[in-house]
């Protein structure tokens, strides 16, 4: 079942459309972070500013070169030390579709810890945009049933995973991390 999902939303992703996928934190939007056309389709679709940056999900902290100009070092300490999911906003970001990056030129990463989206990534080789499945707006999804029919009927697949499931999950804590390695606190 997890394989034939996988595999549906792949090929969703390759040719640029938008998933509705269960993450480590609450149910979201994605796409391929590195076509803008794509990012483009979410930004419709919820209603959102194109003003408004989006963040991307990696598998591994070893791609993150790939898609800042510096990391700091300790970033790598934060994400293998971090309790809760943890989102770091990057200042120089490169590769990556220019209306998924923030008009400073950052990018908001996360490094998935969920068993679906890790081996999405994986299988992807590429980012993928990880927003709230919901209108701009309107509050958050904690679960699957309460995503709003307009979400659930513009996606070109709904992952079939977790949508049954009733455990408790919150948006992740987010962390602005300069080149040197000073931080600050967005969301804890």
């Given at each position: 079942?997890?394989?034939?999902?996988?595999?549906?939303?792949?090929?969703?992703?390759?040719?640029?459309?938008?998933?509705?996928?269960?993450?480590?934190?609450?149910?979201?939007?994605?796409?391929?972070?590195?076509?803008?056309?794509?990012?483009?389709?979410?930004?419709?679709?919820?209603?959102?500013?194109?003003?408004?940056?989006f963040i991307i999900l990696l598998d591994n902290d070893n791609k993150l070169?790939?898609?800042?100009?510096?990391?700091?070092?300790?970033?790598?300490?934060?994400?293998?030390?971090?309790?809760?999911?943890?989102?770091?906003?990057?200042?120089?970001?490169?590769?990556?579709?220019?209306?998924?990056?923030?008009?400073?030129?950052?990018?908001?990463i996360r490094i998935a810890k969920h068993e679906f989206v890790e081996s999405l990534l994986q299988r992807f080789r590429k980012p993928i945009v990880s927003t709230s499945a919901n209108i701009s707006g309107h509050p958050s999804p904690a679960f699957f049933d309460e995503i709003e029919e307009k979400i659930i009927n513009g996606v070109d697949h709904v992952v079939d995973w977790e949508q049954e499931n009733r455990t408790q999950r919150k948006p992740s804590t987010i962390m602005k991390l300069g080149p040197s390695g000073q931080f600050s606190f967005i969301r804890k």
């Open positions: 079942m997890l394989k034939q999902e996988i595999e549906k939303a792949l090929t969703v992703l390759k040719n640029g459309g938008i998933i509705l996928y269960p993450t480590d934190t609450i149910w979201g939007l994605g796409c391929d972070a590195t076509n803008p056309e794509a990012v483009d389709k979410i930004s419709r679709l919820k209603g959102r500013g194109q003003d408004k940056s070169q790939s898609y800042v100009k510096e990391v700091p070092e300790v970033a790598y300490d934060l994400i293998e030390y971090a309790e809760n999911p943890l989102t770091i906003i990057f200042s120089g970001a490169k590769n990556l579709a220019p209306n998924v990056i923030n008009s400073d030129g950052s990018i908001g």
